[in-house]
C-alpha cells in the first residue's frame, strides 16, 4: 500500500487496509524505538503543538514521540495568553504556525474545526481532538493495543463499558470496528447507551452487537472501560442508582477470561479501582505508552521518512 | 561590516548600514534553510524565553528560529506561576536565566525595562516587546519583506493605515523608515492620527510625508494595517463612526496598484477581511514567516557564529 | 563509591559519601560544561518534568541540564489544564509519564507524595520539592557552592539567617549539615527559630550549635540568608518590628570576614538590598547557576550515564 493521506482527521477516513498499514508500521516503529533511545529520522523537523483546550496524554505523548525522532516542538498547551483571546481565528493560528513549523497538531473543542484548518494550510494537519466529535489517534492506539496483544483483531468479543452515549473516545473505536470481524457487547446504564445510529450502522455491516445494563463480562476478550460521569445525569438520583454498578473492581476478576485485557483511554477515576492495576488484565497504561510508537509512525508517514 | 551589538533592545539604535546587514544576512540565512531543514549553528547553546506578557506570534518564531539552528530553550509564556509572583524583581529572573542560558529574550508590560535587564547580564538580550515602547525584530522583518518583494526599500511610496496613534509596530517601522528614501502616506481616523513628533521628525529627515483620513491607496507600493481597537475610543459612537471606513475588503482592490503589497504585523481582526487572504496582494502571512530567518540571523549575529 | 541510589527522595537519605560522590561529579560536570556548550551524554532520553506546583528556578535549570546532555524534556508548569484537574492521581500521572520519558522531576504539594510515587513507577524519579517538606537538589547545589568557595565544608562556620522555622531548604540543609564537621550560628527573630527537634539532633551529632536572634555575622564564613514572610506572623505588629532587623545591607559589610560569602535560594524580596550584587560576598546567582553542574551530574548519574 502507498500512503496517500496528507491529514489525520477522522478515522471515518481510513479503510481497513489503511488501518492495518498504520498498525504494521507502529509495530516496526516499536521495535526501532527498543534497539535505541535515539532517532534521527525527523531531525531538523519542528512540530507545532496547537492545544486550544487542556490536555495531558495527548499533548504529552505527541512531543514525547516528535523528541524521540529527533524533532522539535513549538506551540501552547492551553488559549490563554495567546492571540486567540485577542480574537485570532483559529485559521489564523494555524497559518501562523505553518510558517513556523513543518506539520501541525491541533485539538479545539470547535467540532469540525481541525478539518476546516487542514483544507487550508499546505502542511500536514493531525487532529488531537476536535469536541465531541473525533480523536482518530485514540483510536488507532487502541486497535495497535488490542492486535500487538492478540496478534489481530478479527476474532474478538470487545467489550465497549460505560458512558457510551458521550464519549468521544468509544465512537470513533466502534467507528473503526465496523471494518473488522468482531463481536461488540455494549454495557452501560440505560441512560448512557450507545446512539442508535452507531449501533444500527454496525448491525447493517455484519457485527454482532449485544447491548445490555449488566455487568456480564464473562465471555469478552476485550473490555474497553469508560468515565460515567454525575454531570450526564439530568437527575443527580439516577447517576446515585447506578453509578456503582459499572465500576471494575477485584470482585469482577474471576468471571474473566484468562487471557482477558482491560483498556481505558484514562484519566480514569474510580471506574477502575486501583486494586486492578496489578492484576494480569490490566493494560490501560501499556494502552497509553503504546500512543509513541504509533504516533511516531504517523509523523513520520506524513512527512514522508520512510523507515521500514 | 562589523557587528558589535550586544543586544537588540530599540530599533533608533540601528544606522541604515546596521538595519541592510542584518536584512542581508536574513536573506543568506533564508537561503540556508530551504537547502535543509537541519542547521547546528546553534547547536548546545540554549535561549531563554522569558515571556511576562503573553505572546503566541513572537515567542514561537523565536523558538522556532532557535529550534532550526539546532538551539534549545527553556523559559516560561506567562508571569502566572513564576517567581515573579513572589515578588521577584525582573533583575533577579534574568541574572538566574543568565546562569541557565547563553541568550535572553524578554517581553515584559514596562517600557525601558528590557534595556535596564541588559545592562546587567553579561549574555546577549533581545527585546520581543517592552510595553508600548519598542519591538526591533517585529520591525526588521518588516523591512525585510519590503526588501524581499521589491529588492530594496528606497523609492517604496509607504501606507501605514488604521491606529497610528498607539500601535508599537507603527512607530517602530516609522522610527526604521526614516533613514530610508520612502514616501509615506499616513491614514487613520483624525482621532488615531501619528503622533506629531514622530511625524515632524520625519519630515526634517527629508521624508515626504502625507496625512489622510481618506482610503485611498491608489498610489502605494506597500500598505501596512494595523486594527483599530475600540477601547482607544473616549466616546463608543466615535468609534461606531469610523470603524468600517479603514477595512480593507474586496471592494479596495481595484484601486490598487498592480505590484502593491498588503502588510500587517497580525493577529488581525477584522481590518483586512479574509476575502484578501487568497488575492495577489495579500502578504501578512508572509511576512510572519520571514520572522524565522531574520530571528535566526539575529541570534547568530548576537551569539558570534558567523554563518556567510 | 558505588552509585547505587534509584531515585533522590530527600536529603536524609544521603550518607557523607554519598553526598560527597555528587559533589566531585558535580565538578567533573562543570568541567565538562566549560569545554563545550554542547554534550551528548543524554541524547535521545527524555526527562517529565511535572510541576503541580509553579516553579521558576527549579524548573528552568533541569530543563537547561537536560538540554546541555543533549536531552529533551516533556511536561507542565502547573496542574491547571492537566487531567489532575479531571481528577487523575499523581501516580497515574506518572505512570503516563513512565510510558513516555526515560526519568521524572516532580513537584508536587504534598509532603510524601514523590517518594510514594517513586515507589510504584521504574523510571527514576527527583523530587524537586513536595510542599514543606523536601527539596534535596537545592541542598546538593548549596553544599557544591560551599565546597567550591572553601575547597571542603569541614571546618566552616555556617549561618543560616531569616526564616529558620518554615523554610524547606533550611531544613533540609540543616539535615544535610550533620554529617560534616560545621558551627552552626541561628539567627531569627524568636517567633521563626529553628525547631528544636533539628537543634537537637544537631547537638546530639556534635554540631557546635549557637541560636541567637541578634545580627552579628562576623564570625561567619557563610551566610545563608531566607526571606522572612510577613504571614507567618499571627500578629502583623511582631512582623513590623522584626522584619528590617535582619535585612542585609551595606551597613553589615564592614562585620563580615574577609572571606565570608552570602548564599541564598531565591527568590529574595528585599531581605537582601541590591546594593551587595556587586560586592565580593555576594554568592547567590552562582549558586543559582551551580544548578546546572549538579543536576547535569544527578540526571547522568540516575540514568546510568557514566561520564568520568
Known amino acids: 500500500m502507498k500512503w496517500e493521506k496528507k491529514d489525520i482527521i477522522s478515522i471515518k477516513e481510513f479503510s481497513r487496509s489503511e488501518i492495518e498499514f498504520v498498525l504494521q508500521k507502529s509495530a516496526i516503529m516499536e521495535k526501532i524505538m527498543h534497539k535505541s533511545a535515539t532517532s534521527s529520522?525527523?531531525?531538523?523537523?519542528?512540530?507545532?503543538?496547537?492545544?486550544?483546550?487542556?490536555?495531558?496524554?495527548?499533548?504529552?505523548?505527541?512531543?514525547?514521540?516528535?523528541?524521540?525522532?529527533?524533532?522539535?516542538?513549538?506551540?501552547?498547551a492551553q488559549s490563554t495568553g495567546t492571540s486567540v483571546e485577542k480574537g485570532e481565528t483559529i485559521l489564523d493560528t494555524a497559518k501562523m504556525a505553518e510558517g513556523y513549523s513543518d506539520l501541525i497538531v491541533i485539538r479545539n473543542p470547535l467540532e469540525g474545526s481541525v478539518r476546516f484548518v487542514s483544507e487550508h494550510v499546505k502542511v500536514p494537519v493531525i487532529n488531537a481532538g476536535d469536541g465531541a466529535n473525533q480523536h482518530p489517534t485514540q483510536t488507532l492506539l487502541d486497535l495497535y493495543t488490542m492486535q500487538k496483544e492478540f496478534g489481530g483483531i478479527d476474532g474478538l468479543r470487545i467489550c465497549l463499558l460505560g458512558d457510551l452515549k458521550y464519549g468521544r473516545a468509544i465512537h470513533s473505536l466502534a467507528e473503526a470496528l465496523k471494518q473488522f470481524n468482531v463481536e461488540l457487547k455494549l454495557i452501560s446504564p440505560p441512560e448512557l447507551r450507545m446512539p442508535s445510529r452507531i449501533t444500527q450502522d454496525l448491525v447493517e455491516l455484519g457485527v454482532d452487537v449485544n447491548?445490555?445494563?449488566?455487568?456480564?463480562?464473562?465471555?469478552?476478550?476485550?473490555?474497553?472501560?469508560?468515565?460515567?460521569?454525575?454531570?450526564?445525569?439530568?437527575?443527580?438520583?439516577?447517576?446515585?442508582?447506578?453509578?456503582?454498578?459499572?465500576?471494575?473492581?477485584?470482585?469482577?476478576?474471576?468471571?474473566?477470561?484468562?487471557?482477558?485485557?482491560?483498556?481505558?483511554?484514562?484519566?480514569?477515576?474510580?471506574?477502575?479501582?486501583?486494586?486492578?492495576?496489578?492484576?494480569?488484565?490490566?493494560?490501560?497504561?501499556?494502552?497509553?505508552?503504546?500512543?509513541?510508537p504509533v504516533r511516531m509512525a504517523l509523523l513520520c508517514l506524513l512527512l514522508n521518512k520512510k523507515f521500514w
Not at 474497553?224 to 454498578?245: M, W
Not at 474473566?256 to 477515576?269: W, Y
Open 41 to 76: 529520522l525527523l531531525s531538523g523537523r519542528i512540530m507545532a503543538s496547537l492545544f486550544f483546550e487542556p490536555s495531558t496524554r495527548t499533548r504529552l505523548s505527541f512531543n514525547s514521540a516528535m523528541y524521540r525522532l529527533g524533532g522539535n516542538v513549538i506551540g501552547f
Open 211 to 292: 447491548e445490555t445494563s449488566k455487568l456480564d463480562l464473562s465471555d469478552c476478550d476485550v473490555i474497553y472501560a469508560t468515565r460515567i460521569q454525575k454531570e450526564r445525569f439530568p437527575d443527580p438520583q439516577e447517576y446515585e442508582s447506578v453509578k456503582d454498578a459499572f465500576i471494575l473492581n477485584k470482585e469482577i476478576l474471576p468471571q474473566l477470561k484468562e487471557n482477558a485485557i482491560i483498556l481505558h483511554p484514562l484519566p480514569r477515576i474510580n471506574e477502575i479501582q486501583p486494586e486492578i492495576d496489578e492484576t494480569k488484565y490490566a493494560r490501560y497504561f501499556e494502552q497509553a505508552r503504546n500512543g509513541i
